[in-house]
Structure formats: structure tokens, C-alpha cells
Nanobody
Framework: QVQLVESGGGLVQPGGSLRLSCAAS????????IGWFRQAPGKEREGVSC????????SYSDSAKGRFTISRDNAKNTMYLQMNNLKPEDTAVYYC???????????????????WGRGTQVTVSS
């Protein structure tokens, strides 16, 4: 059974950090393109950061550049999103996703991903 399970969300003050984890089961994450997406209330789901299967290309949204880092540990079949200098506008439900192939030019288009976690809430507030 293919499954992705996120963890690590929570409430953090502005300027703080969180590391999200996403554990995969039922498939080998290292063979897949992976991504982190988020959805704030009343907004569409957006790509935050994505990386292709051979890690030759990485994509970050403008809001994530310089603050967030995507990574994976193939031995643990787990992917991560390190988020630093968090801002209130980062508040959203964060989802991890995977797909066997995605073109580099569309690497962070959520509609192209077919395996999704259920999401973890990140709230940035003082």
C-alpha cells in the first residue's frame, strides 16, 4: 500500500524554524520526484519546493528561496523540508507528494503528482 505520512508541523513564532518529515511506504522514494506543497485557507495549493528523482534539479517558490531546504534520505525512505525564518504568511497545511516522473519545467505543478500525504498544519504566529 502506497502511503506518505507527514509530521513535524506545529505552532511556531515568526523567525522560528520547523523541519517537516514525510515517511514513505509501499514504494521506493528514491526513484521518484518529490515535492512539498502548501494550501492556506481560501487559496489554491501551491508548490513550495520540489526535486527530481536523480536530484539534478531542484525548484523553490519565490517565497521559499533562501529560507527552505528540501532533502531526502533514501536509506530511511523519507523526505524533509527544513523551514527557517518562518513568517506568518507561511501558515498553511503542508503536503508531501511524489510522482514517478515529472518534467523539469513543471516540476512543482501539484496536478502532476499522484501520491499525496494527508498534510500537516504549520501555524506561524506570535
Amino acid at each position: 500500500q502506497v502511503q506518505l505520512v507527514e509530521s513535524g508541523g506545529g505552532l511556531v513564532q515568526p523567525g522560528g524554524s520547523l523541519r517537516l518529515s514525510c515517511a514513505a511506504s509501499g514504494f521506493t522514494l528514491g526513484y521518484y520526484a518529490i515535492g512539498w506543497f502548501r494550501q492556506a485557507p481560501g487559496k489554491e495549493r501551491e508548490g513550495v519546493s520540489c526535486i527530481n528523482s536523480d536530484e539534478s534539479s531542484t525548484s523553490y517558490s519565490d517565497s521559499a528561496k533562501g529560507r527552505f531546504t528540501i532533502s531526502r534520505d533514501n536509506a530511511k525512505n523519507t523526505m524533509y523540508l527544513q523551514m527557517n525564518n518562518l513568517k506568518p504568511e507561511d501558515t498553511a497545511v503542508y503536503y508531501c507528494a511524489a510522482v514517478s516522473y515529472v518534467p523539469v519545467q513543471a516540476m512543482c505543478v501539484p496536478e502532476l503528482y499522484d501520491h499525496w500525504g494527508r498534510g500537516t498544519q504549520v501555524t506561524v504566529s506570535s
